[in-house]
């Protein structure tokens, strides 16, 4: 069974300091991870993926298949960036139902 | 731009009733999610449909049912609520072609069962 696991339910930053959330995932196959972004009272949306290995708002992600991760990291921090944060796996079935994690909520000081 | 409704965004009701959220999608996606989330559980697939009429058990499908009779809506069934199905329940929907198509969400239901 696939499974996606984000150990940090809270994570508190400094504007400007760099910024990593963990993602951590099982899977047997080829993996297409994404990350995807709540900002307050606004519908969840995707950020990124791993295939286009685009960087989007300063993020970036890594697929790291040897050690199973695909964390989302940016250099320098911003206030907007406060949001919920979840890591997804999509798998092989018939609608390529996504499997998501438990969510980090990111909170960039002042 | 593609558009996801969710008809209510607040809902109360009664232990015991049947429920009723509606979805519905107006860029011809072939595919349609229910999730419920949760604090510190995430998003949890309860059903999804991958064509009209048809559907599949997700990971939580213990209390519910769906419906899809056409292929931009997309409903989900609380038989008989009950106070832990309260959560915010997500509809989203997504092509079949193109790999790594991302999910388009709803606004999401509030969904509170005294």
């Known amino acids: 069974a696939q499974r996606v696991t984000q150990p940090e339910k809270l994570l508190s930053v400094f504007k400007g300091a760099p910024v990593e959330l963990k993602c951590n995932y099982s899977?047997?196959?080829?993996?297409?991870l994404f990350w995807y972004v709540q900002y307050s009272r606004q519908r969840l949306q995707l950020l990124l993926r791993?295939?286009s290995r685009e960087s989007i708002k300063g993020f970036t992600a890594d697929l790291n298949k040897g050690e199973t991760s695909f964390h989302l990291k940016k250099p320098f921090a911003q206030e907007e960036d406060s949001a919920m944060y979840y890591c997804?796996?999509?798998?092989?079935?018939?609608?390529?139902?996504?499997?998501f994690g438990s969510g980090t909520q990111l909170t960039v000081l002042p | 731009d593609v558009k996801v409704t969710q008809s209510s965004r607040y809902l109360v009701k009664r232990t015991g009733e049947k429920v009723f959220l509606e979805c519905v999608q107006d860029?011809?996606?072939?595919?349609m999610f229910w999730y419920r989330q949760d604090p510190g559980l995430g998003l949890r697939l309860i059903y999804f449909?991958?064509?009209?009429?048809?559907?599949e058990k997700g990971d939580i499908p213990e209390g519910y049912s769906v419906s899809r009779e056409k292929k931009e809506r997309f409903s989900l069934i609380l038989e008989s609520a009950s106070t832990n199905q309260t959560s915010m329940y997500l509809c989203?929907?997504?092509?079949?072609?193109?790999?790594?198509?991302?999910?388009?969400f709803g606004n999401g239901t509030r969904l509170t069962v005294t």
């Open positions: 997804a796996l999509s798998g092989p079935g018939s609608a390529r139902q996504l499997t």
């Open positions: 899977y047997s196959g080829s993996p297409e």
């Open positions: 791993h295939i």
């Open positions: 989203a929907s997504r092509p079949h072609q193109g790999i790594n198509s991302p999910l388009h």
């Open positions: 860029m011809d996606h072939e595919n």
């Open positions: 449909s991958y064509d009209v009429k048809m559907k």
